[in-house]
């Protein structure tokens, strides 16, 4: 069965450090890999999805097969970054897991 | 971008009352919403995957004659809660996929049974 993990359920930097926020899978198949962010009172969007290997607000994500993760990561930290992370997996089919979050907290 | 809604909300019930929730795609069309539960302080479970013009598939562990979802159209599906007790009482969200399999979640729904 797929399995998304998450092994950090708070992170805090400060403004202008490096920040990776970590994330594994299991599946035995090549899944699809996304990160969501929900920032405060706003509803989950989408952050970035491995297959189109773009950089949106500064954040990046490489798939990692040999090590089964898809970190998410930032090289400079804004306050503005502050919010609660879910990396996901999908199986291009019905399938979709979500891991269980992690809430990123940029200190000024 | 693309939008997706969800009504009402929040809602409050009595216990052994049924509750509507609507997910809508505003501006595209959906074949494919999925139904999200979330718990205090964990992460969102899929609770099913409904597809226009067929029944929908529930996870394992979710009795699908308590949350009937129907998706009548390409733009609207809905989950009621049947007989809602005090222990469905969570937040409820949508995702509509499109056609670039992209998903786009509604803004979730507060639902407390007393």
């Known amino acids: 069965a797929q399995r998304v993990t998450q092994p950090e359920k708070l992170l805090s930097v400060f403004k202008g450090a490096p920040v990776e926020l970590k994330c594994n899978y299991s599946y035995s198949g090549s ?6 962010v929900q920032y405060s009172r706003q509803r ?3 952050l970035l999805r491995h297959i189109s290997r773009e950089s949106i607000k500064g954040f990046t994500a490489d798939l990692n097969k040999g090590e089964t993760s898809f970190h998410l990561k930032k090289p400079f930290a804004q306050e503005e970054d502050s919010a609660m ?10 399938n979709f897991v979500f891991g269980p979050g992690t809430r990123l907290s940029v200190l000024p | 971008g693309a939008v997706v809604s969800q009504h009402p909300s929040w809602v409050i019930c009595k216990s052994g009352t049924s509750v509507k929730i609507e997910c809508r795609s505003l501006d595209f069309q959906a074949t494919t919403m999925f139904w999200y539960r979330q718990f205090p302080k ?6 099913a995957t409904s597809n226009e013009g067929s029944k929908a598939t529930y996870e394992q562990g979710v009795e699908k004659d308590k949350f009937l979802i129907n998706h009548a159209s ?3 599906s809905t989950l009621t809660v049947t007989s809602a007790h005090p222990e469905d009482s969570s937040f409820y969200i949508c995702s509509a996929r499109d056609q670039s ?3 786009y979640f509604g803004p979730g729904t507060r639902l407390l049974v007393l």
């Open chain 1, 31 to 36: 899944p699809e890999l996304f990160w969501y």
């Open chain 1, 44 to 46: 989950l969007q989408l």
């Open chain 1, 85 to 94: 992370y879910y990396c996901a997996l999908s199986d291009y089919g019905q």
């Open chain 2, 42 to 47: 964990q992460s969102l479970m899929l609770m």
């Open chain 2, 74 to 76: 390409l733009t609207l």
């Open chain 2, 101 to 103: 399999e992209t998903q």
